[in-house]
């Protein structure tokens, strides 16, 4: 049970703490394999020997040699292929096969025909001898994720440069992700043998998700292609949903219908999914705004996906819902690039919030004068800055739920100290999170020195990007709200872990100038919406629930009244 509470513990610190924290840059290792090129697919009756160790990791497959049997065991998902030096069959899936040529050792490298990796593991790529050089299939965008991962994890800098595209190039160095790769093994120890790989595609990307064998929990990528093949961006989680989420009871598919669609232009461009109410026009919108963190448009959290509950729930009532990927997910590398070492809140958050309320507004059958910004988390106490962000005054109403009321590194501090309260009530040790309260008290103390500033970043700061610590640093949703005239409704989970209940208070006490402000609060919600019956930990996240439906219910009434 520690060992469960403490992971999810440091989930959810990782959760509040935003930034991509990027690995050190590491030397390129020595390559394994050369320069990559695309042909047309060779026959899959083609007998050529091939090495078997470069041939089968660059496609995601594990392989292990048995020096005393001199065989070689290659395993990629549910097939296993086991090769033995002199001899022309192979046993795959403990079934003889016919190779057409005999394996092969030389040079301490083992070769097998080529058309057996090719068909048993379903694979498009061939071997060009003539060259030595890996060739697979143009348009293959499995087998060139797995390439470029296979790259990343041997550090092959040039080989990750040749899959990218001239974008990428020039705003990340193929170095930083050789170094990324390498520092992932140090955590997950030895990834080789790929698990799944799937692809799907969206308004802005064509993306493959691989997963991989690791030690402990498996190790999940995504390799974003631009609409040339080409290597756009990569995504690695630090958490992943278990696949375990289910559908409200509330959900009720005849009530809505739901579209892709862009938020902004350009180089970040987000996509997003619009929930539109069957059989009416002219109906408000809800804009969704993610917590921090890099942040799916379901804002998914293991078992739970807050946004997508919201966004059904409030279409069945007759309000219309705009959630987007947030732009630390969707171009993860690219947008640290682009802020050149600035990367604030602003880029991060805001800006993406102010253009999905210009992106509804040029929607068929929304009404323009009822756009209402719903932030959650970190989304909630930005909701003021994103007010003022809003020069056209297109904002109508707000909701912040779950929104600290006090800075996020003061936050970071009272999460710690609630973990640890937690962990003595389950009668576990403290000893390792007391630990880490310590080491965060002396980042928060860096960040609140006024001695350091945007243009003086100290050293040795560990919580990420110390410019978008800085820059966010001592912040008040608050004290910029009290001056502010759009109507608000501040909600806040009784048992939330991340969010403690008493910010709903200083919520009241730093706007009790303001009559235009609505409070809720409810009893046993956590910070992810969903009713939980004893004290939340972050532990509940894993199971299968949905956000309350009082919660709905009452965004309903304020955005209707």
């Known amino acids: 049970m520690k060992k469960r509470f403490n992971m999810i513990h440091k989930m959810v610190v990782a959760s509040l703490a935003?930034?991509?924290?990027?690995?050190?840059?590491?030397?390129?290792?020595?390559?394994?394999?050369?320069?990559?090129?695309?042909?047309?697919?060779?026959?899959?009756?083609?007998?050529?020997?091939?090495?078997?160790?470069?041939?089968?990791?660059?496609?995601?497959?594990?392989?292990?040699?048995?020096?005393?049997?001199?065989?070689?065991?290659?395993?990629?998902?549910?097939?296993?292929?086991i090769f033995t030096v002199g001899e022309s069959d192979a046993l795959v899936n403990n079934k003889a096969t016919s190779l057409g040529a005999k394996v092969e050792y030389k040079d301490g490298m083992v070769y097998v025909p080529q058309s057996i990796l090719q068909n048993a593991l379903e694979s498009k790529i061939s071997w060009n001898a003539d060259s030595n050089q890996v060739v697979v299939a143009s348009g293959d965008l499995e087998v060139t994720a797995s390439q470029f991962v296979h790259a990343m994890l041997k550090a092959d800098v040039e080989n990750i440069r040749a899959l990218m595209n001239d974008k990428l190039k020039a705003s990340t160095q193929a170095t930083l992700l050789a170094g990324i790769g390498k520092s992932y093994q140090g955590l997950y120890g030895q990834i080789n043998e790929q698990l799944t790989a799937s692809t799907s595609k969206n308004a802005v990307h064509e993306n493959v998700v691989l997963t991989y064998k690791a030690q402990g929990i498996p190790f999940q990528i995504t390799i974003r292609f631009d609409n040339k093949g080409l290597v756009d961006d990569v995504f690695i989680p630090y958490t992943s949903d278990t696949g375990l989420y289910q559908k409200p009871s509330y959900d009720d598919p005849k009530l809505y219908t739901e579209k892709e669609v862009v938020v902004g232009e350009g180089d970040l461009a987000l996509p997003g999914t619009l929930t539109l109410p069957v059989g009416k026009t002219n109906v408000p919108v809800v804009v969704l705004v993610h917590g921090s963190g890099p942040n799916d448009r379901d804002e998914s959290a293991l078992s739970l996906k807050p946004f997508r509950d919201l966004a059904v729930g409030l279409a069945a009532q007759g309000v219309a819902v705009l959630r987007y990927e947030k732009v630390t997910r969707e171009h993860t590398l690219q947008s640290s690039a682009a802020a050149k070492g600035k990367f604030t809140v602003k880029e991060e958050t805001i800006d993406d919030a102010i253009r999905a309320v210009q992106a509804v507004k040029k929607i068929e059958g929304?009404?323009?004068?009822?756009?209402?910004?719903?932030?959650?988390?970190?989304?909630?106490?930005?909701?003021?800055?994103?007010?003022?962000?809003?020069?056209?005054?297109?904002?109508?109403?707000?909701?912040?739920?779950?929104?600290?009321?006090?800075?996020?590194?003061?936050?970071?501090?009272?999460?710690?100290?609630?973990?640890?309260?937690?962990?003595?009530?389950?009668?576990?040790?403290?000893?390792?999170?007391?630990?880490?309260?310590?080491?965060?008290?002396?980042?928060?103390?860096?960040?609140?020195?006024?001695?350091?500033?945007?243009?003086?970043?100290?050293?040795?700061?560990?919580?990420?990007?110390?410019?978008?610590?800085?820059?966010?640093?001592?912040?008040?949703?608050?004290?910029?709200?009290?001056?502010?005239?759009?109507?608000?409704?501040?909600?806040?989970?009784?048992?939330?872990?991340?969010?403690?209940?008493?910010?709903?208070?200083?919520?009241?006490?730093?706007?009790?100038?303001?009559?235009?402000?609505?409070?809720?609060?409810?009893?046993?919600?956590?910070?992810?919406?969903?009713?939980?019956?004893?004290?939340?930990?972050?532990?509940?996240?894993?199971?299968?629930?949905?956000?309350?439906?009082?919660?709905?219910?009452?965004?309903?009434?304020?955005?209707?009244?």
């Open 18 to 81: 935003t930034t991509l924290l990027l690995a050190p840059i590491a030397s390129a290792a020595e390559q394994e394999m050369v320069t990559i090129s695309s042909e047309k697919k060779t026959s899959s009756s083609d007998h050529r020997l091939v090495p078997v160790r470069i041939m089968s990791e660059t496609i995601g497959a594990g392989v292990k040699w048995n020096g005393l049997a001199k065989s070689v065991t290659v395993t990629k998902g549910d097939t296993q292929i």
């Open 366 to 561: 929304i009404d323009t004068k009822k756009i209402i910004v719903v932030g959650h988390s970190q989304g909630g106490m930005l909701i003021p800055r994103i007010i003022e962000a809003d020069k056209n005054q297109d904002i109508a109403k707000a909701v912040i739920i779950a929104g600290p009321a006090t800075s996020l590194e003061d936050i970071m501090i009272e999460q710690s100290e609630y973990g640890i309260e937690s962990l003595k009530q389950l009668g576990q040790s403290t000893a390792s999170m007391e630990q880490q309260l310590e080491m965060m008290k002396q980042q928060v103390a860096l960040i609140k020195d006024p001695a350091y500033s945007t243009s003086k970043l100290p050293e040795g700061f560990m919580l990420g990007n110390p410019y978008w610590w800085l820059d966010f640093r001592n912040y008040s949703g608050p004290a910029i709200a009290k001056n502010q005239k759009t109507p608000l409704l501040i909600m806040q989970g009784e048992n939330d872990s991340q969010v403690l209940a008493h910010h709903l208070d200083a919520w009241k006490k730093g706007l009790a100038n303001r009559s235009d402000v609505t409070y809720a609060s409810y009893p046993k919600v956590n910070h992810f919406l969903v009713e939980a019956e004893g004290r939340s930990t972050g532990v509940e996240y894993s199971q299968p629930a949905n956000v309350s439906e009082a919660i709905i219910n009452d965004i309903v009434k304020f955005v209707k009244k």
